[in-house]
């Protein structure tokens, strides 16, 4: 049940993967910016994905934010956000649709390699 009026979603690829050489630390930079996402509690949802089973390690997301763009405090405000490739979804696209919902169910493998982790927002 997507509005895609109302809302709208988003990609998210870490820009410096090849830093993630340590699993738990990857892991702890995906909490921390969750912790960090905390005051768009009513504004967002999001799902972000550590992948790989060596590093580096990959850190992907999908987030949902109300409107059609991502709201300019949550720019201002969560530094990390600058850390991310961030990609609007077009859901008339088979290919990226299917990899939201890959993305939403932690479908494993994800894009051919082993998923260490997921961790929702909400």
Do not use: H
Not at 5 to 11: A, D, P, T, V
Not at 25 to 49: E, H, I, P, S
Not at 59 to 83: A, S
Request: proline share 4%.
């Amino acid at each position: 049940m997507y509005d895609p009026e109302g809302y709208s979603l988003w990609f998210c690829d870490y820009k410096y993967n090849d830093e993630n050489t340590v699993s738990f630390v990857t892991m702890n930079k995906v909490g921390g910016f969750l912790q960090r996402m905390d005051l768009c509690r009513k504004y967002a949802f999001g799902k972000m994905l550590v992948i790989g089973s060596e590093p580096p390690f990959k850190v992907k997301g999908l987030w949902l934010f109300r409107g059609q763009e991502i709201p300019k405090f949550i720019m201002d405000e969560v530094y990390d956000m600058e850390l991310y490739e961030w990609t609007k979804v077009d859901i008339s696209d088979e290919a990226q649709k299917e990899r939201v919902s890959a993305m939403i169910e932690d479908q494993e493998p994800f894009e051919g390699e082993a998923l260490l982790d997921a961790k929702c927002f909400k």
